[in-house]
């Protein structure tokens, strides 16, 4: 089993679809598994959905990046405190 570290590592991409089908697997066996993850990960995909809804639907990677960035801090922080 992976730990929390390695989920929230990969956690961008798996929001994105963007991990081949073996990290997957191994992404959901954790969430099932663990509370925690299971919460940053509905957050994160909530808040995603939302950036994705409300603007352009094609961001360019950069802006992308920056996006997921700021989630990835704003979620890091909320689990440090
Ligand atoms: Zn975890």
């Given at each position: 089993?992976?730990?929390?570290?390695?989920?929230?590592?990969?956690?961008?991409?798996?929001?994105?679809?963007?991990?081949?089908?073996?990290?997957?697997?191994?992404?959901?066996?954790?969430?099932?598994?663990?509370?925690?993850?299971?919460v940053?990960?509905?957050?994160?995909?909530?808040t995603?959905?939302?950036?994705?809804?409300?603007?352009?639907?094609?961001?360019?990677?950069?802006?992308?990046?920056?996006?997921r960035?700021?989630?990835?801090?704003?979620?890091?922080?909320?689990?440090?405190?």
């Open positions: 089993m992976i730990t929390c570290d390695e989920f929230m590592a990969e956690l961008g991409n798996y929001v994105e679809g963007d991990v081949v089908a073996e990290v997957r697997q191994r992404l959901e066996f954790h969430i099932s598994h663990c509370q925690t993850c299971q940053v990960y509905d957050s994160t995909l909530k995603v959905k939302i950036v994705t809804d409300s603007g352009s639907f094609e961001l360019p990677e950069v802006a992308a990046k920056a996006i960035d700021k989630i990835m801090a704003r979620i890091r922080k909320g689990m440090a405190s």
